[in-house]
Every structure is written in structure tokens, then in C-alpha cells.
């Protein structure tokens, strides 16, 4: 009997389920071409049979920028209603003020002069963002030098998220515990899986009694529960989707 099997149980008879998901290294294994990963095959199938159901909403939750969600996440017939948020919570938002687009331009100009190829300086609509993934491949070190001085930066206290091989500069103070915390007012139990330092605000918005928070990987996390892998995740997903179609038709 595995430690998810009564939270799963308890999940799938929930009034109304909010199912939300990290995309990197939840949903997908990480490569150092970000464009080049995909979701798992038996998520997807887990996500399209939770979409299925009344009362309950799939969203994936990612720190992406919807632009390139889209890029690994096509919209198709099967995820039709699946919710997509990006940039840790941020898209779709507000317009940026002038000074926000300031902070912007001038925070990437100065991550452009640290960057030393293959890393990279990737622009999203309310952020900037160093990778570091393709140098930490062959130059860990350097890359590692690279993040220290990109976090050394003068932000003016706004917004600095560590991540997996990345450092990211906000416009805007969003999480993904801000976004969730709001949208999971409507439903009876949450259910949220995440991989990163960036998926910790959002567990810590889980309520104890009814929601489950489940960590991917080794990381420290406040999370009550753990798998070992993507796969795993999908697996998780899997059997969360038929109990819940199970109780569904059970009760209906």
C-alpha cells in the first residue's frame, strides 16, 4: 500500500477538485533545450480523463511563458479546458507600467553581459530569465558563476526566484502560491505537484485537512507527500484520475 493511496481515495470523492500541476520536471523531464521536452504520454492521458469529469479542473501552473507553453503543450481536442498559466502566475495579467518595462530592459541588458555562451538570456512578457543549463553541462562551475553574479544584481527589491539551472528577474510581485491561493477558493480539495524552488509558495498555500501537495524529486519541501520521478507523477495522476471517474460514476 503506497502513502498516497488514502489521500488519493480521499481526492477523488472531493465535492470539487482543482488538479494543478508544475510543467519542468513534473509533467516533463528537463533538457538543457527547454523546446525540445514533452509531457509525459500517461499524464496527458491522466489529464485528458480528469478533464473529462464534472467538477473538477485541470490547470498547469508553470514558469514558463504561455508563448512557450505552447510550444510543448499544444493546445489538442483531448486538453480542451485544460487552464494555462505562465510565468509563475503572472500570465495572463495586468499591463506593465512604464517603470516595470524599464526594470526590464535595464535587468536584461545587464544579464546579456553576464551570459557566456551556450547560457542564455530568455525574455518573457513580466520577466527575465538566466540559463545556465547548457554551460552547467560541460562547465558546471562556470555556470554556477554565472548564477552568483546574475543574483548579485541591484533589483530594487523587486522579485529574484532561484530555480533549476536558472535565476529569474520579475516586474511583478506573482507566485504560484499568489495564483493558486486565489483560484483554490472555489473548490472543495487541491491537489498540486511541483519539482521546484519556485513550486514551494504553492505548497504553502495547501490546506492540511483536504488538499495534498506531492513534491517530484529530492528537493527540501514542505510538501506532506513525494514521488521519485516523472513517471512516477504520471502514474500518481493516473490512478487519481480513475478513482475519481470511478466515484464519479459510482455516485451519479
Known amino acids: 500500500m503506497s502513502p498516497l493511496d488514502d489521500p488519493i481515495a480521499h481526492l477523488a470523492r472531493a465535492e470539487s477538485l482543482l488538479v494543478c500541476l508544475d510543467f519542468d520536471g513534473t509533467l516533463a523531464e528537463f533538457n538543457t533545450d527547454p523546446y525540445a521536452v514533452r509531457a509525459h504520454p500517461e499524464a496527458l492521458n491522466a489529464i485528458a480523463c480528469l478533464l473529462t469529469l464534472p467538477n473538477t479542473e485541470v490547470a498547469v501552473l508553470t514558469g514558463r511563458h504561455l508563448e512557450g507553453l505552447a510550444e510543448v503543450l499544444p493546445e489538442t481536442p483531448s486538453l480542451q479546458g485544460l487552464v494555462r498559466v505562465g510565468s509563475h502566475g503572472a500570465e495572463p495579467g495586468p499591463t506593465l507600467e512604464p517603470e516595470d518595462a524599464a526594470y526590464l530592459e535595464r535587468i536584461g541588458s545587464e544579464l546579456e553581459r553576464i551570459a557566456t555562451p551556450p547560457a542564455y538570456v530568455e525574455e518573457k512578457p513580466y520577466q527575465r530569465v538566466l540559463h545556465v ?8 562551475e562556470r555556470a554556477r558563476e554565472l548564477l552568483r553574479a546574475a543574483r548579485a544584481l541591484d533589483t530594487g527589491s523587486r522579485p529574484v526566484t532561484p530555480g533549476h539551472n536558472v535565476v529569474e528577474f520579475s516586474a511583478v ?3 504560484k502560491g499568489s495564483w493558486l491561493a486565489q483560484r483554490k477558493r472555489d473548490f472543495a480539495a487541491t491537489f498540486f505537484a511541483g519539482d521546484d524552488t519556485t513550486d514551494e509558495t504553492a505548497m504553502a498555500v495547501l490546506n492540511q485537512g483536504p488538499d495534498v501537495g506531492v513534491k517530484v524529486g529530492a528537493q527540501d519541501s514542505a510538501a506532506r507527500y513525494r514521488v521519485a520521478s516523472v513517471s512516477e507523477m504520471a502514474q500518481l495522476l493516473t490512478q487519481l484520475a480513475h478513482a475519481r471517474r470511478s466515484y464519479l460514476a459510482e455516485t451519479s
Open 173 to 175: 510581485d506573482v507566485t
Open 133 to 140: 543549463a547548457p554551460l552547467a553541462a560541460c562547465d558546471p
